[in-house]
C-alpha cells in the first residue's frame, strides 16, 4: 500500500508558512520586548481614540456598505430590465478605486474651497452650501470605504438571492404574505450569514486601512502603527500596536469564516432552481436603473471625476513612471508567485491529506492580517535573519535582507496569497475524479494529467486568482511605506506623500494611474466572476 505524495502537502505547508510567520514574529516581538515610554504615554493619550475611530470608521462602513450592496444585488437578482447584464460586473468595478484615491477626490469635492460649495456661496446661497456634508472624521472615512468596498456585499448578495429557489416566495405569498412580508421574513433571513460574510470583508479591509483614515483625519489603530514605526521608531511599540489591530482584525475573519459556512449550509436547498426574474415596467425599470447607477458614481465617476480635473489643470507630479515601472514590477512578480503558491495549496485540500487541508485553512489567515501587520512582522523576521547571518559570516553579511524588494514581495504574499487560495479551490473542484481515472486508464502519467486534462479547466480560476492578487498589490499601503527600499516608491507611496503634503493636484496623477492599471484587470475578474447563462 503506496501513501500520497507529499508535494501538494508540502505546498500547502509554504503557505501556510508564509502567512504565519509575520504574524507569529509580531506576537513574539511584542511579548519580549522592553515596554517603552512611548507606549506608556500612547496608552495614556491617543490609543483610546484609536480604538474608537477603529470601530466608528468600520461601524459606518459595514452599514453603508450593506445597504448599498443588497439593494443593487437583490434588484438584479430579481428583476429584469434594460442593462441589467452591463450593471452585474460593472457595480464591482469600485474595488478596483483604492479607498485612499477616493478620499483624495471627495475630500477636494466636498470641502469649503471645492466645487461644490464655492458656486453656492458665491450666488449669495451660503445656507445651501452650509447643509453639504464635508467627507471628513471617522463618518466620512466610513462613507469613503462604503462606496469603494461595497462590492464585497453587492456580489455575494446577489449570488445568494439568485441561488434562492422560486418555492420559498411562491410559498409564502400563497399563504397572504405581501412582497415587503416575503422580502423581510423569508428572503433576507435566508441570505443572513451571506451578507454577514460580505460584511465581514468590509470590516477587514476597513480595519486595515492606512491612506484614507490618515488623509481624512479619522487616526485608527492602523495610523497608530505606522506612526509608532515611523515617527518614534520602535519597531517593538509598533508590534505591541499590530497585535491590537489584529485582533479586531481576526474577529472580523472570524465572523466571515462562521456566516460563509452557514451560507453554503443554506442555499444548498437552492441549487435545484433558480429565481425568476420581473420584467418592470418602463417607470419601475427607471428607479432600477438609478439604484444600480448611483454607486457606480460614488465610488468611481465623482472621485475619479476630480482628480482628473485636478491632474489635468495643476502641475505634472514628477516620478510617476519609475514609480508605475515598480509598482507594475512588484504587483506582476507577487501576482505570479501568489497564483502559484494558490494552486499549490488548492492541491493539497485536494489531495486529501489532513495536513495539507489545515496548512492551506491556515493560510487563509493571512488576508486578515492588515498590511501594516504583516510589514512589521517581515520587518522582525527579515531583521532576525540579517542578524543570524551577521553571526554566521563572523561581521556584516555583504547582501542586506531588509529594507528590499523580497522583504517586500514577502509581506505581500503573506497577505495576499490568501486571496489566490479560494479561486484556485474553485477551479480545481471543476476537475472530478472521474477525468483522472480515465486518464489513468489510458496510460497518462501524473504530469501529463495535470498538463493536459487539469490545466485547460483551471487556467481560468487561476488567471483570476493573479489579477486579484495584481489589483490588491497595486492598492497596498502601508506595508509598501514601512518596507520599500530606499530611494525606492511606488504610486500609492507617492499619491500619499503628495497628499500629505497637501498637494493634491500633483497626487491626482499617481492616483489615477493605479486605477487604470487596475480597471482592466477588475473589469476581466468581475466579467468572469458575475457570468451566468441567461435564463
Known amino acids: 500500500m503506496t501513501g500520497r505524495r507529499p508535494g501538494p502537502a508540502l505546498f500547502g ?10 504574524i507569529l514574529a509580531v506576537a513574539w516581538i511584542a511579548a519580549s520586548a522592553p515596554w517603552s515610554d512611548y507606549l506608556l504615554h500612547l496608552a495614556t493619550s491617543r490609543l ?12 459606518t462602513a459595514m452599514a453603508l456598505a450593506g445597504i448599498i450592496g443588497v439593494s443593487a444585488g437583490w434588484v438584479l437578482a430579481k428583476l429584469e430590465f434594460p442593462g441589467r447584464r452591463l450593471f452585474e460586473w460593472a457595480l464591482a468595478l469600485p474595488l478596483a478605486v483604492p479607498a485612499y484615491v477616493a478620499a483624495y477626490g471627495w475630500l477636494d469635492l466636498t470641502q469649503a474651497s471645492g466645487p461644490l460649495q464655492t458656486p453656492l456661496r458665491e450666488a449669495g446661497m451660503g445656507w445651501l452650501s452650509d447643509l453639504i456634508p464635508v467627507v471628513r472624521g471617522p463618518l466620512g ?9 461595497y462590492p464585497y456585499v453587492y456580489l455575494i448578495a446577489r449570488q445568494a438571492f439568485s441561488d434562492q429557489p422560486p418555492a420559498l416566495q411562491q410559498a409564502a405569498q400563497t399563504l397572504g404574505a405581501s412582497r415587503w412580508q416575503v422580502l423581510h421574513r423569508v428572503t433576507l433571513p435566508l441570505v443572513r450569514p451571506a451578507l454577514m460574510a460580505g460584511l465581514a470583508l468590509v470590516a477587514m479591509e476597513s480595519i486595515a486601512d492606512f491612506g484614507a483614515v490618515a488623509h481624512l483625519g479619522a487616526p485608527t489603530l492602523t495610523v497608530g502603527v505606522v506612526r509608532a514605526w515611523a515617527g518614534a521608531g520602535s519597531v517593538a511599540d509598533a508590534a505591541r500596536l499590530a497585535v491590537l489591530l489584529a485582533f479586531f482584525a481576526y474577529l472580523a475573519f472570524a465572523l466571515e469564516r462562521q456566516n460563509r459556512s452557514r ?14 426574474r420581473h420584467n418592470l415596467p418602463r417607470g419601475q425599470a427607471a428607479l432600477a436603473i438609478l439604484i444600480c447607477t448611483v454607486p457606480i458614481l460614488l465610488g468611481l465617476v465623482l472621485p475619479l471625476g476630480r482628480l482628473l480635473y485636478l491632474a489635468l489643470t495643476e502641475p505634472v507630479a514628477r516620478g510617476v513612471s519609475g514609480a508605475l515601472i515598480n509598482s507594475l514590477g512588484l504587483a506582476a512578480i507577487t501576482a505570479l508567485l501568489a497564483a502559484g503558491l494558490g494552486l499549490g495549496a488548492a492541491y493539497a485540500i485536494r489531495s486529501g491529506s489532513s495536513f495539507g487541508r489545515f496548512s492551506a485553512r491556515l493560510a487563509s489567515l493571512g488576508y486578515a492580517a492588515p498590511g501594516a501587520v504583516a510589514a512589521v512582522g517581515a520587518l522582525v523576521l527579515f531583521a532576525g535573519l540579517q542578524s543570524l547571518l551577521d553571526t554566521l559570516w563572523g561581521g ?4 542586506l535582507l531588509s529594507a528590499t524588494a523580497g522583504a517586500l514581495v514577502f509581506a505581500y504574499l503573506s497577505r495576499f496569497a490568501a486571496v489566490a487560495i479560494a479561486p484556485s479551490e474553485s477551479a480545481l473542484m471543476r476537475v472530478g475524479p472521474g477525468l ?5 486508464t489510458l496510460g497518462a502519467s501524473r504530469r501529463r494529467i495535470v498538463r493536459e ?15 486579484m492578487v495584481f489589483v490588491e498589490v497595486m492598492k497596498e499601503l502601508p506595508a509598501t511605506m514601512i518596507l520599500r527600499p530606499f530611494n525606492t516608491d511606488t504610486l500609492a507611496v507617492i499619491a500619499y506623500n503628495y497628499a500629505a503634503d497637501e498637494r493634491l493636484g500633483q497626487a491626482a496623477l499617481p492616483s489615477l494611474v493605479i486605477v487604470l492599471a487596475c480597471i482592466p484587470a477588475m473589469i476581466l475578474a468581475a466579467r468572469t466572476l458575475t457570468w451566468d447563462k441567461p435564463r
Open 396 to 399: 556584516p553579511f555583504p547582501i
Open 436 to 440: 483522472d481515472e480515465a486518464a489513468k
Open 13 to 22: 505547508g509554504l503557505a501556510a508558512l508564509i502567512a504565519a510567520g509575520p
Open 263 to 276: 451560507a453554503r449550509f443554506g442555499q444548498t436547498a437552492g441549487r435545484a432552481a433558480k429565481s425568476v
Open 453 to 467: 486534462v487539469h490545466w485547460p479547466l483551471i487556467f481560468t480560476g487561476i488567471g483570476i486568482a493573479g489579477l
Open 141 to 149: 472615512a466610513g462613507f469613503v470605504f462604503a462606496v469603494v468596498l
Open 48 to 59: 483610546t481614540g484609536y480604538i474608537v475611530n477603529t470601530l466608528s470608521v468600520t461601524g
